[in-house]
């Protein structure tokens, strides 16, 4: 995909272990804030090594991991005595980013994060990634076998989701990936039934927001081009769509491009991910070919935080979907897809603008 994550589902049962603990680690280390308190007060002693605070939930919903993989990788530098390379990583960690949920043991995945988000009173922000003939053979290929096993883990993570606050980013590239041919048209048919199926099962539960994925504005353009997939795919009872993935167009960019795309299917809402693109994608005068602009391009920044101002009502939330630190594929010197970069995460946090 354009910034993949093949690595997550390698780690998914790592993740899920501490996500089963991660509220009892918060409370531990004194860290969660209320609804509309700092995280901190600032006379407050410093733990010896401080885990990551819940934003005020009026500014940002979604659950932030205690112990997720930045904040891991400031507890090593610290101890490193890097401490500015820490501060670097720090403005990555305290910040919510999506949970890409693995191939193995759905169930237990969705029900580790989303009751960990519970115990701190916030919501679970999930990517469901594991669409048959996913990524078109390119660093995230793979996915389910076929459409009755995707059907069966689809289920499973429904099941894990339950009745608790999650907020699903759903198989990022299926549609546009259907849209300009990458994806043969012998799946198509097969692709949208699921995807349709998969909106209408996470929507009948009782506190699940879905998003189906819709590219970016640098992708399918004019943006009329993904209203019929959208359509095909049950736009009509998700909650809206998501842009910019994984990629690096502006959010203004973005906005323009939902607002239109919106307008094509019944005004719905969207999402936008903002997590890399502070600096804007890499400039067309850059010369190289495609794979140079999204595939761990050089220069590019963190974007605005995650929250639910955005100034827009049709944009329902800014959201770091892609986690930012982790490799878009072994392009460039980085690792395979979705394995932590270091030296990528300290160019981002070091580049961005707040």
Not at 55 to 72: I, K
Not at 262 to 277: C, E, P, Q, Y
Not at 302 to 330: F, M, Q, V
Request: glycine fraction near 10%; proline fraction near 6%; charge should be neutral.
């Amino acid at each position: 995909m354009y910034g993949s994550h093949t690595g997550h589902a390698r780690r998914a049962r790592a993740a899920l272990v501490r996500a089963v603990t991660a509220g009892a680690l918060v409370l531990l280390a004194g860290c969660s804030s209320s609804d509309d308190s700092p995280a901190s007060s600032a006379g407050s002693p410093r733990p010896a090594v401080a885990s990551p605070s819940q934003l005020p939930r009026t500014q940002s919903p979604y659950w932030v991991n205690p112990d997720g993989t930045a904040a891991r990788q400031v507890t090593e530098l610290r101890k490193a005595g890097k401490e500015q390379d820490a501060a670097l990583i720090g403005r990555i960690a305290q910040q919510p980013v999506a949970e890409w949920i693995g191939v193995d043991d759905p169930e237990s995945q969705t029900r580790g994060f989303t009751e960990a988000a519970a115990r701190a009173d916030r919501d679970a922000l999930l990517v469901l990634y594991n669409i048959p003939h996913r990524d078109c053979g390119q660093y995230s290929q793979g996915g389910a076998s076929d459409g009755d096993s995707y059907r069966a883990w689809l289920d499973r993570a429904a099941a894990g989701i339950g009745d608790r606050s999650a907020t699903v980013i759903l198989e990022p590239d299926a549609l546009p990936h259907m849209e300009d041919g990458c994806t043969p048209q012998q799946f198509h048919e097969e692709r949208y039934a699921l995807l349709k199926e998969a909106v209408r099962k996470l929507k009948a539960l009782p506190r699940t927001k879905v998003y189906l994925d819709a590219g970016n504005p640098n992708w399918i353009t004019p943006a009329a081009r993904m209203a019929e997939p959208l359509r095909r795919a049950g736009i009509d009872r998700a909650d809206g769509f998501a842009l910019n993935v994984s990629n690096f167009q502006t959010t203004q960019d973005s906005k323009e491009y939902g607002r239109a795309l919106s307008a094509l299917v019944g005004d719905k809402h969207f999402v936008i991910d903002t997590s890399r693109n502070g600096n804007g994608p890499l400039s067309s005068g850059s010369g190289g070919d495609h794979e140079k602009a999204w595939c761990n391009p050089a220069g590019r920044a963190l974007g605005d935080p995650p929250t639910t101002h955005t100034g827009d009502r049709l944009a329902d939330a800014y959201l770091w979907i892609k986690r930012p630190g982790e490799s878009d594929g072994a392009c460039k010197g980085g690792p395979d897809a979705g394995e932590w970069w270091e030296t990528y995460a300290l160019e981002l946090a070091r580049n961005a603008r707040s």
